[in-house]
């Protein structure tokens, strides 16, 4: 049985959206007709993204910093202006550094709470106006933060990122409480390490920092998980696109894991 998937009336904002996860989601979210606005630091490679991408729906691309909030509110204002009022926004820009805690520097202390939390709450903020005129009842608009297994446990020497995708869990659970009559649903999605260019990082840092060949360090970040393999991006855009669809409208204030089983345990 095929289903059809019609998000043609949609306009879902994605921030991160030029590679790794972002890029997945945006690929399958266009299969079906969404209107999309890919938001992210290179505009080059926006384009190239939106250029690329299937389905009907129409593409907006925005050179933004996240981590500044004047930067986001034009962004998104001017998103408006092209495309009409955000019934989605899918909060996927983020940045991983591993560090001991005593080689955490307050600047990479700081750098990855902007990034990946500040940066969250800024383009909620930006949102939320619009996103208050989109929903009903029976479909609410949706805010769909991608968070990590981060967020539900802990890692060792990646203290800063743990904290921050804490953070954005944290920031879910509440925001799904107060905004619910509003007829916005508020999800986080937190994948396990997936294979983006964030857990080529990781590996590259665990081999400068240790003994460990890049084997032995891929074998380090895929044993947690019970299928032994790293999550593939397509797995999480799935979850974002099941989150998008009416029928996923008491969905709401979850963290849902996609990661073989990993936080189970």
Same mark, same amino acid.
């Not at 955000?86 to 902007?114: E, F, R």
């Not at 294979?195 to 360090?217: F, G, P």
């Not at 999550?231 to 999480?236: K, S």
């Given at each position: 049985?095929?289903?059809?998937? =019609?998000? *043609?009336?949609?306009?879902?904002?994605?921030?991160?959206?030029?590679?790794?996860?972002?890029?997945?989601?945006?690929?399958?979210?266009?299969?079906? =007709?969404?209107?999309?606005?890919?938001?992210?630091?290179?505009?080059?490679? %926006?384009?190239?993204?939106?250029?690329?991408?299937?389905?009907?729906? /129409?593409?907006?691309?925005?050179?933004?910093?996240? $981590?500044?909030?004047?930067?986001?509110?034009?962004?998104?204002?001017?998103?408006?202006?092209?495309?009409?009022?955000?019934?989605?926004?899918?909060?996927?820009?983020?940045?991983?550094?591993?560090?001991?805690?005593?080689?955490?520097?307050?600047?990479?202390?700081?750098?990855?709470?902007?990034?990946? %939390?500040?940066?969250?709450?800024?383009? +909620? &903020? $930006?949102?939320?106006?619009?996103?208050?005129?989109?929903?009903?009842?029976?479909?609410?608009?949706?805010?769909?933060?991608?968070? *990590?297994?981060?967020?539900?446990?802990?890692?060792?020497?990646?203290?800063? !990122?743990?904290?921050?995708? &804490?953070?954005?869990?944290?920031?879910? /659970?509440?925001?799904?409480?107060?905004?619910?009559?509003? &007829? +916005?649903?508020?999800?986080?999605?937190?994948?396990? !390490?997936?294979?983006?260019? +964030?857990?080529?990082?990781? +590996?590259? =840092?665990?081999?400068?920092?240790? =003994?460990?060949?890049?084997?032995?360090?891929?074998? %380090?970040?895929? /044993?947690?998980?019970?299928?032994?393999?790293?999550?593939?991006?397509?797995?999480?855009?799935?979850?974002?696109?099941?989150?998008?669809? $009416?029928?996923?409208?008491?969905?709401?204030?979850?963290?849902?894991?996609?990661?073989?089983?990993?936080?189970?345990?």
């Amino acid at each position: 049985m095929t289903i059809s998937i =019609d998000l *043609s009336h949609q306009h879902i904002v994605i921030t991160g959206a030029a590679r790794g996860i972002g890029a997945a989601i945006a690929q399958l979210l266009a299969t079906a =007709d969404a209107n999309l606005t890919l938001v992210g630091r290179n505009k080059e490679a %926006l384009h190239a993204m939106a250029s690329d991408l299937p389905g009907h729906g /129409r593409k907006f691309v925005q050179s933004v910093d996240i $981590a500044d909030l004047q930067q986001v509110k034009k962004g998104f204002s001017e998103a408006i202006q092209a495309i009409g009022p955000i019934h989605v926004l899918v909060n996927n820009a983020g940045q991983a550094k591993s560090s001991s805690i005593d080689q955490t520097s307050p600047d990479l202390w700081n750098q990855m709470l902007a990034v990946n %939390l500040t940066g969250t709450f800024n383009c +909620i &903020h $930006a949102a939320i106006p619009s996103l208050r005129t989109t929903g009903s009842a029976l479909n609410p608009s949706r805010i769909i933060n991608i968070a *990590s297994t981060s967020g539900l446990q802990g890692y060792a020497h990646v203290s800063a !990122y743990t904290a921050a995708k &804490h953070g954005v869990v944290g920031l879910t /659970r509440s925001l799904a409480l107060e905004l619910a009559r509003n &007829h +916005i649903t508020v999800n986080a999605v937190c994948p396990g !390490y997936t294979e983006t260019a +964030i857990a080529a990082q990781a +590996i590259e =840092d665990i081999v400068r920092n240790t =003994d460990k060949t890049a084997q032995q360090a891929f074998s %380090l970040l895929t /044993r947690r998980n019970p299928q032994q393999r790293m999550i593939r991006p397509e797995e999480v855009a799935s979850c974002v696109l099941w989150l998008c669809q $009416a029928e996923s409208r008491s969905i709401n204030g979850q963290a849902i894991a996609v990661d073989g089983g990993e936080s189970a345990g």
